[in-house]
Structure formats: C-alpha cells, structure tokens
Nanobody, 115 residues
C-alpha cells in the first residue's frame, strides 16, 4: 500500500512563496511519475504539475513560470516550489501517484494566499 504525506502549506500574502513537500512510502518511488493537484472551494480538482520518473516536467498554463516541481528519489519526496503566489492559487494541494493501475492521494495541505 502506498501512503503520501503532504506538508508545507500555509497563509501567505500575494507575491509570496511556499514550498510544498510530499513524502511517499510503500512504493518504488523512483519508478513512478508524481503529480500535484489542487482543489479550490466549489471547484473541480485540477492538475498543477507532473514530474516523470526521468524528471521531465509539465505544468498547467496558470502556474508556468511561477511553480517548479522537483523530486529527490533518495528521500522519496517530491516538492512544489510556488513563487509569485496569487489569491487564485488558494486551494488544497494534493500529491498523487499511480502504482499498478491504482491512484493514490495524500490528505492534502491548505494553501491560502491573501490579497
């Protein structure tokens, strides 16, 4: 069974930065792509960024140039560095990994950006 634990959320003013972390256990972490999603109140969950097993990356248009996803396979951890935060980035951020055809999610970490 795979477990994901996110941390690093908080309250920041617009223009500020946060770094989210997601620690994975129970999986051969380095074999899998990892993604960050977010869900704002009354909105659908949306894909924010993905990093492949080879560390190639992909981003939603809304965060390109501001967010950076990275991974440390030795620590079974994926990061999301978020800069130039905007109020519309306010959401619960979730880590996601697919293993053997199943999707696993963390419990999420709240990010709130004040205007």
């Amino acid at each position: 069974q795979v477990q994901l634990l996110e941390s690093g959320g908080g309250l920041v003013p617009a223009g500020g930065s946060l770094r989210l972390s997601c620690v994975a256990s129970g999986s051969r972490f380095s074999y899998n792509a990892i993604s960050w999603y977010r869900q704002a109140p009354e909105k659908r969950r949306e894909l924010v960024a993905t990093i492949s097993r080879g560390s190639s990356t992909d981003y939603a248009d809304s965060v390109k140039g501001r967010f950076t996803i990275s991974r440390d396979n030795g620590k079974n951890t994926v990061y999301l560095q978020m800069n130039s935060l905007k109020p519309e980035d306010t959401a619960v951020y979730y880590c996601n990994i697919g293993v053997s055809g199943l999707d696993y999610w963390g419990q999420g970490t709240q990010v709130t950006v004040s205007s």
